[in-house]
């Protein structure tokens, strides 16, 4: 009798262990490994971009597009670590809950007509703005991979006009961006930014930009050392834009005399001089002297009017030649 007899061969495959290439978020003990050893990490990043100033000031015809404001993160001293990327991997840093404006890479900010962008700045020149995704790239096999950001990088914010904006506005930022690692999605960086205030100054000029002053004849007796031949200059500041100038600053620069430094020199008849005041506040517009100044605040007007006064005096103790009266002066105006 034959016994048939069956038996199972087991064929047993191996299966290799497969290093999945994914970065996740820091543990505890890597982060304070990391500390330990004077680099900076944490769980997540924290990066802030704070702006360079608090205040700007800009002109109303900025064409669309032009930066108007740059905040910059202080530039790492050492390795930042962010991620785990033991087997390699990526961490996307993008954009967090922020909506395209009309210029492409800009994004609308809280203000309408201001749009912001984002730039990782390496220390090597090679720039990457946001959103971009890092690779770190496997070593040994179990070999421990930071993601990490580099000595000397930083984060850049710009300020982009998108399109009109009121006169006195505020900026305000919260999150901009973040890192999320491929391996378990978790956020690793949080990107911040600081606040700014953005005045638009208004466009001023003046209503005549050249004003030739005619003294007419006079004879020695007509002129001394306090009162002389006297015309007017008068002009006015025109203003537009969104916002009243808050202040109008007039200065003089010409060639002073040499015998009375107040007075504009004449190039024409010797010994003597030209001098400008302001009528109502009885003011004295010195030449190349900072200190000399005329100041108005229009209180909410878009013009302000200017009236001066040019006089020719006797300067020194000679006689005057006869002559010419002749000089050339500049009054410059800032707005604010």
Same mark, same amino acid.
């Given at each position: 009798m034959k016994r048939l007899v069956q038996f199972f +061969?087991?064929? !047993?495959?191996?299966i290799p262990h497969f290093a999945f290439a994914a970065c996740t978020q820091l543990k505890p003990s890597q982060i304070t490994e990391l500390l330990s050893q004077g680099y900076i990490a944490a769980?997540?990043?924290?990066?802030?971009?704070?702006?360079?100033? &608090?205040?700007?000031s800009i002109d109303p015809g900025l064409p669309v597009g032009t930066v108007?404001?740059?905040?910059? &993160?202080?530039? $790492?001293? #050492? $390795?930042?670590?962010?991620? @785990? !990327? #033991?087997?390699?991997?990526? +961490? #996307?840093i993008g954009y967090f809950n922020a909506t395209p404006s009309a210029v492409p890479g800009v994004y609308n900010t809280n203000v309408p007509g201001i749009g912001f962008r984002v730039t990782y700045l390496r220390a090597s020149g090679t720039n990457s703005p946001l959103p971009f995704s890092?690779?770190?790239?496997?070593? %040994?096999? @179990?070999?421990?991979?930071y993601g990490r950001f580099g000595i000397g990088s930083q984060f850049q914010v710009e300020l982009v006009k998108t399109g009109d904006i009121a006169s006195n506005v505020?900026?305000?930022?919260?999150?901009?961006?973040?890192?999320?690692? &491929?391996? %378990?999605?978790s956020q690793v960086v949080t990107i911040t930014g600081g606040g700014i205030n953005v005045k638009v100054l208004p466009s001023c000029s003046v209503n005549s930009s050249t004003l030739n002053i005619d003294f007419g004849t006079f004879g020695p007796s007509d002129v001394s050392t306090t009162n002389g031949p006297t015309q007017p200059v008068d002009f006015t500041v025109l203003c537009t834009g969104p916002t009243p100038p808050a202040s109008i600053t007039a200065v003089l620069s010409g060639t002073p005399d040499t015998d009375d430094s107040s007075m504009l020199k004449n190039t024409g008849a010797t010994h003597l001089a030209i001098r400008l005041?302001?009528? &109502?506040?009885?003011t004295i517009l010195r030449p190349n002297d900072p200190a000399s100044t005329l100041v108005h605040a229009p209180r909410g007007a878009m013009q302000s009017p200017f009236q001066l006064e040019a006089k020719v005096l006797r300067v020194g103790?000679?006689?005057p030649t006869a002559g010419k009266i002749q000089a050339t002066a500049t009054i410059t105006m800032t707005i604010l």
């Open positions: +061969v087991l064929v !047993c495959f191996a769980r997540p990043l924290a990066v802030n971009i704070p702006f360079q100033e &608090s205040s700007v108007i404001a740059t905040g910059l &993160s202080p530039a $790492y001293a #050492t $390795y930042a670590n962010f991620a @785990d !990327c #033991t087997n390699g991997g990526t +961490v #996307t890092p690779s770190f790239a496997a070593g %040994d096999i @179990d070999q421990v991979i505020n900026v305000m930022f919260n999150t901009l961006g973040t890192g999320i690692a &491929s391996g %378990d999605g005041r302001e009528v &109502s506040t009885n103790t000679a006689t």
